[in-house]
């Protein structure tokens, strides 16, 4: 048990549809991390949230639209997305942003068709 | 090339054996990390470390900061090893605050 839940776990959508991805943490951390993993690359890190505020946005398509309600919850809304979006997509979290343990949760494997 | 650069990229053991895995970085760091991930995605966090040499169970990571160079020991390896293992570094000071990863070595302990 991580502590992190993503839901779904698998997702396959089509170019033109819009779905939402979840991310809940039940650690009692003020930070949480959206990235994406691709076949044979490095993770990339998409979004950072520290207190429900964006701190960082790593050069991210517009098609993917972050949400952070709460310091418990992370959303990735996703529209219009292309193939090559495919990929397994993590949430983490940490006590703090900027020095601390990231607790990850198990994924979404996403793929565009 | 990418800042981080583990070796090897594909490691195949047999039960028992001692592993070694390599990370090389290039830029200056605040702590580097070393993660677990299992087939399915699961991402663990195995150790963080700044300075000199953590144990924990059958797994050690040790740090040299001059030669920006950090290796993770398996002992006694255990086919239930067998995993991704992923080194990423946090830069320092300004806004390097950011994990960079490595491609990750993929292990695989036959039993």
Known sequence: ?113 | KNEVEQSPQNLTAQEGEFITINCSYSVGISALHWLQQHPGGGIVSLFMLSSGKKKHGRLIATINIQEKHSSLHITASHPRDSAVYICAVRGSGGSNYKLTFGKGTLLTVNP
């Open chain 1, 1 to 113: 048990e991580t502590g992190v839940t993503q839901t779904p776990r698998h997702l396959v959508m089509g170019m033109t549809n819009k779905k939402s991805l979840k991310c809940e943490q039940h650690l009692g951390h003020n930070a949480m991390y959206w990235y994406k993993q691709s076949a044979k690359k490095p993770l990339e890190l998409m979004f950072v949230y520290s207190l429900e505020e964006r701190v960082e946005n790593n050069s991210v398509p517009s098609r993917f639209s972050p949400e952070c309600p709460n310091s418990s919850h992370l959303f990735l809304h996703l529209h219009t997305l292309q193939p090559e979006d495919s990929a397994l997509y993590l949430c983490a979290s940490s006590q703090d942003w900027f020095t601390d343990t990231q607790y990850f949760g198990p994924g979404t494997r996403l793929t565009v068709l």
